[in-house]
């Protein structure tokens, strides 16, 4: 059963880090692309990054790039995302999902992704 299990939100204040993670379990780690999107109240999902794990490929969003970073622990089978300066607009359900393909060429949308996260909540102040 594939799983993919979101933790690392919380309340920030604005200017402050956070660091997501996202375990995942059920498929093969390496053949996958992972990606991270998040949703606030009243808004669509938007797609913040996403990572080739067998590569290292990353994309960001305009609205992040130079703020937050995707990673992998390989090791563990874990895809973090660490946000710097995080800002009030910034404030949504970050979720996780998964996609089959190692190779990742640009941000992919919400509907090409198959299997998600519950989400965690990160919500910053200011």
């Known amino acids: 059963e594939v799983q993919l299990v979101e933790s690392g939100g919380g309340l920030v204040q604005a200017g402050r880090s ?11 780690f390496k053949q996958y692309t992972v990606g991270w999107f998040r ?32 990673s992998s622990d390989n090791a563990n089978n ?11 607009e ?17 941000l992919y949308n919400d509907d090409e992704y198959n299997y998600w996260g519950q989400g965690t909540q990160v919500t910053v102040s200011s």
Request: hydrophobic fraction near 35%.
């Open 18 to 28: 956070l660091r997501l993670s996202c375990a995942v379990s059920g498929f093969t």
């Open 39 to 70: 949703q606030a109240p009243g808004k669509e999902r938007e797609g913040v990054s996403c990572l080739s794990i067998s590569d290292g490929s990353t994309y960001y969003a305009d609205s992040v790039k130079g703020r937050f970073t995707i």
């Open 78 to 88: 874990t895809v973090y995302l660490q946000m710097n300066s995080l800002k009030p």
């Open 90 to 106: 910034d404030t949504a359900v970050y979720y996780c999902a998964a996609r089959l393909g190692s190779f990742v060429w640009r």
